[in-house]
């Protein structure tokens, strides 16, 4: 009988251990699926924010932060030809600088710096058109989020959200987010062209400064390029910059709204942030 007392004994407390276990369970799968759920809500509200801010005139443009500017290559050529002096024989010493801002009209040189401007400016009046229509392609990468790595991701860095979010679908929001771009590209006009015309156009300029020949002396007649040491350049896939330098502005702006809600309770506008990022404070 006490042997059949205690065996009832030891079911029970096994019984009620298992109990509190699976209790115990199930309570951490919610918790973690809460805060998945908040990490998600999270980003959706940090991605609506910087999409409406990008998304207007001047978005880009205004923002130094995200600010959209010429190609690597094209920006470093610009520099190495700004950086040369020369004495052309039969006007003097010119500068780079001279002749990429003003242009030398005895030489049949223009002026590039105003179009370069504008390149810029239809460049970010792209990305700002385009970003409009950003929104639905971020809420369709955040819905495929899993929770796997939920925690780590909410007592990780300020912006461990955003960093998994570009960690797992910036390819996938590149591809496509690029025909938005190159639909902005090649119909928002700056003047009368559109913006891929004003960057071949502006490709072919600078191109035909460097080949512009000068001459230093009697029997010399080189290339500006060949005195700057640079060579002419192609055409870039400007639609793919754009792209990929829009996401890159979308992206800091989604930082700063997550780090934004991870510090200020007043940016936790729903009441799945409260309860999940209140964790943190």
Do not use: H, W
Not at 20 to 49: C, H, P, R, S, Y
Not at 62 to 89: T, W
């Amino acid at each position: 009988m006490k042997n059949l007392t205690r065996l009832s004994l030891f079911i029970s407390i096994l019984f009620l251990t298992s109990c509190d276990f699976l209790n115990d369970a199930v309570e951490e799968q919610e918790n973690t699926i809460n805060i998945a759920e908040g990490l998600k809500e999270a980003l959706k509200v940090g991605t609506d924010t910087a999409t409406s801010k990008l998304a207007v005139v001047d978005g880009y443009l205004s923002d130094e932060a995200v600010k959209i500017l010429l190609p690597d290559e094209l920006e470093g050529q610009i520099a190495a030809l700004k950086a040369v002096e020369i004495d052309v024989l039969t006007i003097g010493t010119i500068t780079g600088e001279q002749i990429y801002n003003t242009g030398v009209p005895l030489l049949g040189i223009p002026s590039l710096a105003d179009k370069e401007e504008e390149l810029i400016l239809g460049l970010n009046r792209a990305a700002e058109e385009a970003a409009s229509e950003a929104g639905p392609i971020f809420f369709d990468a955040i819905r495929g989020i899993t929770i796997a790595d939920a925690e780590s991701i909410l007592y990780g860095s300020d912006t461990a959200a955003t960093a998994y979010l570009i960690d797992n679908t910036y390819q996938s929001l590149f591809d496509t987010f690029e025909p938005k771009v190159d639909n902005a590209v090649n119909s928002v006009s700056i003047g009368n062209r559109t913006v891929d015309e004003v960057y071949s156009n502006f490709v072919n300029e600078f191109n035909d400064i460097l080949n512009t020949s000068v001459q230093i002396s009697l029997f010399e007649n080189p290339t500006l390029g060949s005195i700057a040491g640079i060579q002419t350049i192609e055409e870039s896939d400007i639609s793919a910059y754009a792209t990929g330098r829009g996401l890159d502005g979308l992206f800091l702006k989604v930082q700063d709204e997550e780090a934004n809600i991870r510090n200020n309770v007043n940016a936790r506008v729903t009441s799945i942030l409260e309860e999940v990022f209140g964790l943190l404070d």
